[in-house]
């Protein structure tokens, strides 16, 4: 399926894993988010430094769009809820595009270490790949292990190609 018909078949929707509420990304998600998403050194694989809750507001609404003003972009959007407490705990994202699907994930600090970011990552790559969209990728930070295990669980290989000072993972089974 191209992004182009894909574009007209469907949206994100919730999803759910065992420990998870995967809520579609809303600009109510944004006070919540700044805080989750406070620590300075959370930043340090993912660039940048930690954004207000107005920033986070500007950017969700634009992202609530689900697509790029040009149309060659999807973007799908989730932010992770624990179930046990309701706590936000990080979010997950999905740049569908012609040639292939870009997969990305950031689990809060406090919550970090416990497989959450595994569990979503997997949760979207089978709900990307029951809807045709792929090949899935993700771009790594050479120095986060972490989420080298990640792309590793979703079944991706690292490549040599090297983009913004992160390595490119690919699932060489359907690229």
């Not at 771009?139 to 590793?152: G, T």
């Amino acid at each position: 399926m191209t992004a182009g018909t894909a574009m007209t078949e469907f949206a994100a929707e919730p999803l759910h894993t065992p420990r998870l509420g995967l809520e579609v990304l809303r600009v109510g998600h944004a006070e919540e988010a700044a805080a989750a998403f406070a620590s300075p050194a959370l930043h340090e694989f993912i660039g940048g430094s930690p954004s207000t809750a107005v920033d986070l507001a500007a950017r969700y609404a634009r992202l609530e769009k689900g697509r790029s003003d040009d149309g060659t972009q999807l973007w799908f959007n989730w932010m992770l809820r624990e179930r046990e407490t309701g706590l936000l705990v990080g979010t997950v994202q999905a740049t569908v595009e012609e040639a292939h699907t870009s997969v990305a994930w950031v689990v809060g600090q406090p919550f970090q270490r416990r497989g959450y970011a595994t569990e979503a990552a997997k949760a979207i790559a089978a709900w990307l790949r029951g809807r045709g969209l792929g090949p899935i990728r993700a771009f790594v930070h050479p120095r986060n292990d972490a989420s080298a295990a990640i792309a590793a669980h979703l079944g991706l290989t690292e490549t040599s190609t090297v983009l913004d000072g992160e390595n490119l993972w690919i699932d060489p089974a359907r690229a």
